[in-house]
Every structure is written in structure tokens, then in C-alpha cells.
């Protein structure tokens, strides 16, 4: 498979030389192949934001090796740089960050027209992705007039409305009630299955990492656990099967 996010070794310390520095990430590691559904998940303080900014080249003072797609991000020139967090990323945060003068649809194609596309070309991919998310209704909604829910939704439609092959999420459902937070997440997964979207989401929230493929758990800046759920569920099944068995000797 090939590898869409690759991170070798990484360091982030905040604060200067001659002040007091903090070291948020500490030789981290991790791996993404295409198509996969990653939860990074960790205590506040562990780096998780801090190592999906890095990866989104939104914060580029850090050592170690960053890959998007194979390109190592961490020298790269700014326009290209800007080219791919255009062309290959999505991102979305805890915050909608909706433009609050313009309608669902207008927020929605809003960064591709400042990017040079034309209206014209993106009236097909606008339309699929209000029906996916499920916005068709209220395309000419105002933000104010939606739930939270549905304004986190305009903010995934205008994420994914340039077809990015990988999508950042931040706790996205991390200012959601939790209905309106499982809707979201079983978007995502629609978007991971049927479009083929690879997904790294960090979450301080089990049941919404368990929407994954993979969860990696990062410890005091660095990966200390890397789980498949699948092999997650076959070991709790062991570990059961093995106590029952331990209290059916002891009967």
C-alpha cells in the first residue's frame, strides 16, 4: 500500500533558546497508508494537534522527516507547500469557521474560487457533496439558521469539495452534542469507504476514535500504541475466554 503521511522521528519544542521551552513532541512516529481511517488519540498535553498541524505544514519549525504523498513538507518551498495543502488535504477543525454572511453554498465553494476554479466547474462536485452531507435543503441556508451539527457538515463539504486524497480532522465533533457527533462520524466513514478518502482525526473521545480503521495513541510527544480495532476485539475476546476459563478451574 502506499504510504499518504509518513512521520520519522519528529520534535517540537515551543519557546526559545533563552526562555523556558516545552517539548511537545518527542521522537514521534507514524504511518498512514491510503485509504485508511487513523484516530490519534492522547492525554491534552501529548501532541496530538500540535503533530496534525505539523502534518498539514500549518506549523513548519520542527526537526525530523514529514511525508505527504512521499514529498518530505519540512523544506519545501512555500508554494509548493501551499499547492498541496490545496490539492491533497482537507482540513477541519473543532471551530466551523463559516463565513457568516454567506449561505451553505457560498462557504462551501468559497477557498476553490479564491484558489482560480470557476463556479461553473464545481456545480457537479458542489451538488454530490450537498447530498452526501446532506445539505441540499438548506444550500441556501445562512450559518446562523443551522444546528451545530449542520455547520460542521457545510465545514466537511468545503473540505472535501476539491477532492482531497487525505482529510485532518481536530475534534470535530468535540463542540457537538452526541447525536449530532455520531452523524458526523458515520459521514466520515462514508467519505473513508465510498470515496476512498484517507483520514487522520484526533479525538480525545473512545467512541469516536472506534469509527477508524487504526488508532494510534500518542504519550508525552511520542507513539506509544498502535492498534488495529479488529486485533483490539480478538484480544479482549482472548482475555475473556481466558478468565472464564481460569474461573471454571476454580469451580
Known amino acids: ?10 520534535n517540537k ?15 514521534a512516529d507514524l504511518t498512514v497508508e491510503r485509504g485508511e481511517f487513523v484516530s490519534l488519540m492522547g492525554a491534552s498535553g501529548s501532541g496530538k494537534s500540535t503533530l496534525l498541524y505539523l502534518i498539514g505544514g500549518l506549523d513548519r519549525e520542527f526537526k525530523g522527516d514529514i511525508r505527504i504523498c512521499g514529498k518530505s513538507i ?5 508554494k509548493e507547500l501551499s499547492k498541496i ?9 473543532q471551530f466551523y469557521n463559516l463565513v457568516q454572511n454567506l449561505n451553505v453554498e457560498d462557504n462551501i465553494l468559497l477557498p476553490s474560487l479564491v484558489a482560480g476554479k470557476s463556479r461553473a466547474s464545481l456545480e457537479k ?6 447530498a452526501i452531507t446532506g445539505l441540499t435543503e438548506k444550500r441556501k441556508s445562512m450559518p446562523g439558521k443551522l444546528s451545530g451539527g449542520q455547520q460542521q457538515r457545510v465545514a466537511i463539504a468545503r473540505a472535501v469539495i476539491s477532492n482531497p486524497e487525505i482529510i485532518l480532522a481536530d475534534e470535530a465533533t468535540g463542540n457537538l452534542d452526541s447525536k449530532s457527533g455520531a452523524e458526523i462520524m458515520d459521514l466520515f466513514r462514508r ?19 472506534d469509527y477508524g480503521t487504526r488508532t494510534v495513541v500518542l504519550e508525552n510527544g511520542r507513539t506509544v500504541s498502535d492498534s488495529d480495532h479488529m486485533e483490539l476485539n480478538v484480544e479482549k475476546l482472548r482475555e475473556r475466554s481466558q478468565k472464564a476459563m481460569a474461573s471454571a478451574m476454580r469451580i
Request: with cysteine; charged share 25%.
Open 125 to 130: 462536485d458542489l451538488n454530490e457533496i450537498l
Open 1 to 10: 500500500m502506499e504510504n499518504m503521511i509518513e512521520v520519522i522521528n519528529v
Open 13 to 27: 519544542v515551543f519557546g526559545k533558546k533563552n526562555s523556558v521551552q516545552t517539548q511537545v513532541l518527542n521522537g
Open 74 to 78: 519540512g523544506k519545501m518551498k512555500e
Open 85 to 93: 495543502r490545496l490539492g491533497k488535504i482537507g482540513f477541519i477543525f
Open 191 to 209: 467519505l473513508n469507504q465510498e470515496k476512498g478518502i484517507t483520514i487522520l482525526q484526533v479525538t480525545h473521545s473512545k467512541k469516536c476514535a
